[in-house]
């Protein structure tokens, strides 16, 4: 890819071609750079006067999971989730990692466990067929990135908590669509409607993976209504512990690649895994 600056102007000079509801009179201008992640970063758009317009533009920087096609996955998971109003509306696409889509804010206060919940299971009812999740990859993607040495210690402690085991559990749960990166950074409000942003791990797979990593730190008792909230018919107390250890494992081996300061070492995320 060239630099991003020439990627993004080059979407801004196609402004005509946004699917506005209200078309722009005049060329936007790209703004300040307003949040940026390990994969991308989003822009604000501006119009002549420099006041802010009710969209945003969303560059791709580098990949962060495996697979084919990532972008391509990413984008078919994120318009069909934008029909249901789970996720902004996409006004422009380009071939080259530029998106331009609505505006959205973060919520003023903690998303409740209800409601993180209830988003989940309104992801898992979607119907459109992604390809399916394949755990073993990103983990072994996040693993040959490492140091032999660090390699070495990470499967060690996979072994002592028997992740394998787990990650056939997870494969043999029926699959549904998951966005599987449901932290609290991806939660917005688009008004009064909780959406979700960064769809690039959305794909087919276990609920239960995708509601641990939703989950993440929160109490006890917010997790259960959380899984209440998302699984109303049935809650699989084996699979919320495979969902639980497999989805430590690979958000400490995605910190370890992307944000080491940030990781646990492998003796302390297998004490943190023992508590599972």
């Not at 991806?186 to 960064?198: F, W």
């Amino acid at each position: 890819m060239d630099q991003p600056s020439k990627r993004l102007n080059r979407a801004i000079d196609r402004w005509r071609d946004w699917t506005l509801d209200e078309p722009l009179a005049h060329p936007p201008k790209l703004g300040a750079l307003l949040a940026e992640g390990s994969g991308h970063a989003i822009y604000e758009l501006i119009n002549r006067d420099q006041q802010p317009l009710p969209i945003v533009a969303r560059i791709r920087r580098q990949e962060t999971c495996a697979g084919g096609d990532p972008l391509g996955q990413e984008l078919a998971a994120w318009q069909c989730a934008s029909r249901e109003g789970l996720a902004p509306e996409c006004v422009y696409i380009d071939d080259v990692g530029v998106t331009i889509c609505r505006r959205v804010s973060a919520p003023p206060q903690p998303v409740s466990a209800k409601a993180l919940g209830t988003l989940c299971g309104r992801i898992h009812a979607l119907s459109t067929n992604l390809p399916q999740l394949d755990l073993r990859r990103e983990i072994d993607s996040h693993l040959a990135a490492l140091p032999p040495a660090q390699k070495s210690d990470w499967q060690r402690a996979m072994g002592v908590h028997h992740v394998s085991e787990a990650l056939m559990l997870l494969e043999r749960d029926t699959p549904y669509f998951c966005h599987n990166d449901l932290t609290e950074g991806n939660l917005m409000l688009h008004g009064d409607c909780l959406v979700a942003i960064d769809w690039e791990y959305a794909a087919m797979g276990s609920r239960y993976f995708d509601l641990a990593i939703a989950a993440g730190s929160r109490p006890a008792q917010e997790q259960r209504d959380m899984y209440r909230a998302a699984l109303t018919d049935h809650v699989d107390d084996t699979l919320v512990r495979a969902g639980q250890r497999v989805a430590s494992l690979v958000t400490a081996l995605w910190q370890t690649r992307f944000m080491p300061t940030e990781a646990p070492c492998p003796k302390v995320w297998e004490t943190q895994a023992g508590q599972l």
